[in-house]
């Protein structure tokens, strides 16, 4: 079974912008491409940090001057203030940048976007220089795998591998991502453990357990009466 990886989903090549791109040129360049960032490189292609549309809007959030200084303005604020005034990337860009690398596995990609608060990972090679960049719904590309390469990979991975049964043994169904797995084998730990691999198929939304088991292997044995 293939364990996907950031590499799989990735999107390549990398629109990006210098250090000294101009505002202007960064907002046509997102405009021109249809997206919502931008890495920031320099000469070498490695990653300094990244341009967003929220790093951008902060020259529009101050442009009324409504907006006054505080006294004990906090960091965030003033870093917002800082962007406002900003003209080039290197001015504008959130940094340093979050990355991956391509052999990253999307789960931990994930997990660092949701940590770290951030909605995309450029992707760096082992010289930090810029190979690509994945997005939130670039991991989500997992789950349009068919049903029938679930299944396989189901079959593969639990009837042969974990339970050690022929198909037809251990029925195996999957309706949009679902897998339902029916039938009887001999050890509780067995089914509980074939249950846990399947969740872990790339793709797997769910898995309805219907296994049944003939004895109880996790149960504490009982002592009998002196």
């Known amino acids: 079974m293939k364990r996907w990886r950031v590499r799989d989903v990735m999107t390549e090549p ?4 210098g250090d000294d791109t101009p505002y202007r040129e960064i907002v046509d360049t997102l405009a ?8 920031v490189v ?3 292609d490695r990653v300094h940090g990244v341009v967003s549309e929220s790093d ?3 020259k529009v959030e101050f442009s009324d001057g409504a907006v006054e200084p505080r006294l004990f303005e906090g960091r965030r604020r003033r870093a917002a203030r800082t962007k ?3 003209a080039v990337a290197r001015d504008l860009m959130s940094a340093p940048a979050i990355t991956a690398m391509p052999d990253t596995p999307i789960a931990v990609a994930a997990r660092r976007m949701e940590s770290e608060q951030v909605t995309r990972l450029p992707v760096v090679n082992e010289l930090g220089r810029l190979v690509g960049i994945v997005t939130r719904g670039d991991l989500l590309r997992v789950f349009r795998r068919s049903d029938a390469e679930i299944r396989r990979d189901v079959v593969d991975e639990v009837l042969r591998k974990v339970l050690s049964v022929e198909p037809g043994t251990i029925r195996v169904m999957v309706h949009k991502g679902v ?4 039938g009887r ?10 249950i846990r691999v399947s969740h872990t198929i790339p793709g797997v939304v769910g898995v309805v357990d219907k296994l049944e088991h003939r004895y109880d292997d996790t149960a504490a044995p009982t002592r009998s009466a002196a």
């Open 179 to 182: 897998v339902t797995i029916e």
């Open 185 to 194: 084998v001999d050890r509780r730990s067995a089914a509980a453990l074939a």
């Open 42 to 44: 320099d000469s070498f």
């Open 84 to 86: 406002a005034a900003g």
């Open 14 to 17: 990398v629109v990006s912008v």
């Open 56 to 58: 951008l809007l902060h």
């Open 32 to 39: 021109e491409h249809g997206i919502s960032a931008v890495p």
